[in-house]
């Protein structure tokens, strides 16, 4: 599906002996994960695994424990501009959409740029505008976010995370909440971004655009990352016992 190669040495994100508990929960046991630019990983893996708390720790939403993470080779900072900073660089697209309900569409994309990245707002309207467009939703523009469809109000949350120019885009079962008419039209925007060459980690029980989209497949249980592979081999001949248990109740 790849037009352009693209290497995966660089390491765009980052993570070396990551981990998290909550209380007595070990929910990100010793993760150690690369990201090149370009990249497009897909995470799998039964509900409780921790792929949710991994976007949630490169976004910086929790905190870790123990270990590492660097985007585009710096550590995450813990608090004040460079976290905002950090956060408009790791955009996050999450399966509840999570738009401003008491914001217009496009006040919900023009937001983002004009309060974090300064960017002057005729400027910032015009862009957001275009991205409404990309994403086929131009026409919806001055409604609230409640007047739109889920799939449609997810592909506004796809333009007002990519509004920000993020190095990397995280989504979070983007299709989980859609009723299953609307998941193909939330798919194919984010298939688009796959071809423009994005940056994404994408969490998804979606195994036809894992398998179309993904340079590679991390599968995750209890915590850890149990298998990396190239999404043909992994759907094909997986090697864990627990990923085989888990597409045999999936597939
Ligand atoms: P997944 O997204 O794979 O379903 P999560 O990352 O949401 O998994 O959760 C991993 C584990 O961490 C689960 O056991 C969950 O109950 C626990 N967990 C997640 N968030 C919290 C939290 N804020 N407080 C306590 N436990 C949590
Ligand atoms: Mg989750």
């Given amino acids: 599906m790849r037009k352009f190669p693209v290497g995966r040495s660089t390491g765009l994100v980052a993570l070396a002996g990551v981990n998290k508990r909550f209380g007595k929960a070990h929910v990100l046991k010793d993760v150690d994960l690369t990201i090149g630019k370009g990249d497009v ?4 893996g039964p509900s409780g695994s921790g792929k949710s708390t991994l ?11 123990s270990g590492v993470i660097t985007i585009d080779g710096d550590p995450l900072p813990s608090e004040g501009k460079a976290l905002a900073q950090l956060r408009a ?11 401003f309900a008491h914001k217009s569409v496009l006040e919900n994309v023009v937001l983002g740029p004009v309060k974090v990245r300064k960017v002057d707002r005729t400027v910032a309207k015009e862009k957001a505008m275009r991205l409404l467009e990309r994403v086929g939703v131009a026409d919806q523009a001055n409604k609230y976010p409640a007047q739109l469809s889920g799939g449609q109000q997810q592909r506004v949350a796809i333009a007002r995370a990519l ?8 989504f979070d079962e983007p299709t989980s909440a859609l009723d299953p008419e609307m998941v193909q039209e939330v798919l194919d925007v984010m298939t688009d971004l796959v071809e423009q060459g994005m940056t994404m980690v994408v969490v998804t029980h979606e195994m036809g655009f894992a398998r179309r989209a993904a340079d ?23 090697s ?10 999936i597939l």
């Fill in 216 to 238: 590679r497949v991390v599968f995750m249980s209890d915590g850890e990352i149990v298998e990396e592979a190239d999404p043909d081999a992994f759907f094909t001949a997986p």
């Fill in 41 to 44: 990983v897909v995470v799998l």
């Fill in 163 to 170: 509004a920000m120019d993020p190095k990397v885009l995280m």
């Fill in 55 to 65: 976007c949630r720790t490169i976004n910086r939403l929790e905190r870790i424990d």
């Fill in 89 to 99: 660089d790791v955009g996050m697209v999450f399966q509840s959409f999570n738009l």
């Fill in 240 to 249: 864990s016992r627990r990923a085989q248990d888990f597409l045999g109740k």
